[in-house]
């Protein structure tokens, strides 16, 4: 078997406290491999975002080891990953395409190579019209195509996406779930997705991963069998309420865990 | 009639209805002449001063030292807050020393800054730069506050280092907090060298306005506190059509 492009061994997470550590996540093993969409459900509060950031080079692990590609990450944003956040993180005073090529515009592009770059995001994202427009002009949905379109551009290898729907409606959900899959076929990269939405792990993923409450480890990691050219329409099909009904049913007690005792 | 125009109306009428009172109040002698001269003879004292030439000198070393305060105060103020911002325990020291500095009287170090910087135009400026520094940094680092994590990681994400950091993301996303502590600082500026000229100079404006109010010469005096309220409203004005600008494009949100 080829070698995981992302490998976490023995990682934890523990934050200090005015009451003392607390063991906020871990210990997690996991293994992501080259170019599959993988997502991670999990009660809320469970230490997912940290998964995520941890990864990102965005919060070291307090133990255990983090690799992309066979090198191990510190506490700086590998190259070649690019991360999309929940929150609208749109430069309020740049216009989409500037937006759009904040990143890139200081790495060694060219610039011909920038604007095609550009053409070729703002196409894939349906912001063509958009280009010149500021972000508080856009809706939510928008401004998340711009920050998705943000790291498209500079072609990262592995996007991680930390809730990047969770601001927005359902049925704008369920398209730019459509998006992204056509942008994971597009380019080939790997892709984690962190979500509390289960339908949405389940509808875009080849594999999800379910943790439990805190401190957060992985319980299970469940295989959907979907093919490569799927879309939203599985949502209709049996097998995905079976795959569902399977990540609930692995979550349910988790969640009520997470509530605490009270309820 | 547009918004905007209705806006400016009322604004005119604002400044041209007590204008006109003061105007009616002056000529029926219910204000003397010796308190205070007409409005219109104001304008015409000023316009006689200015086409004589003879204190055009004293306003532009004037101006020039208003300019080299504000600048300075703008520049040093952004700078200094950037740093506080990112020097937590520093700034819990300070903090309480900002919240207070106006109730400070700067203009008692004034004897001391000519003592130590002569009579030239560097104490005056220095008057200027202290009264406008605070509030400079104060906005900055009101507006660094107002920036959301997400934009720190997003930078982080771009790998970019702490300078790129600031004058790439954190400084232009706080540029309306910046924006007000820019306007206060015009008028800061304005009111600590013209100030300083006032109490203690051989020049200027404030010198020129202090030499007609010992001499108790009404024509020069008011017509110089006209000059000095038409160049700050000026400013001002620029200001703050520049601050609506930027506001404008980036949504009505903040």
Redesign the interface.
Known sequence: MAAPHVSMRGVTRVFPTQKGALHALGPVDLDLRKGEFFAVVGPSGCGKSTLLEMIAGLAPPSAGTVEFEGRAIGSDVPDGVGVVFQENACFPWLNVADNITFGLRRLPVAKDEVARRLDYALGLMGLRDFAAAYPAQLSGGMRQRVCIARTLVTQPRLILLDEPFGALDQQTRLLMGDELLNLWRATGATVLLITHALDEAAMLADRVAVMSSRPGCILEIIETGWSADRDSRIVSDPAFGAVTGKLWGLLRDQSLNALGPAA | MSRARRIALYQALAVAIPVLLLEVACRVGLIQPLTMPTPSSMVVGLVEILASGRINAAILKTLANVAAAFVLASVAGVALGALLHRAAPVRRLLEPLFSTYYAIPIYAFYPLFIVVFGLGDAPQVLIGFMLALVAVIVSTLNGLDSV????I??A?????NAV?TATQ?TL??A?PHLFTGVKLAAAYSFIGVIGAEFIMSQSGLGYEIRFAFDNLDNQVMYPLILLILVVSVTVNFTLDHWDKA?RA??????
């Open positions: 959301p994590r997400v934009l990681k997003t982080r994400v771009c790998r970019m790129q993301v232009p996303y540029a930027l494009r980036r949504g009505a949100a903040r």
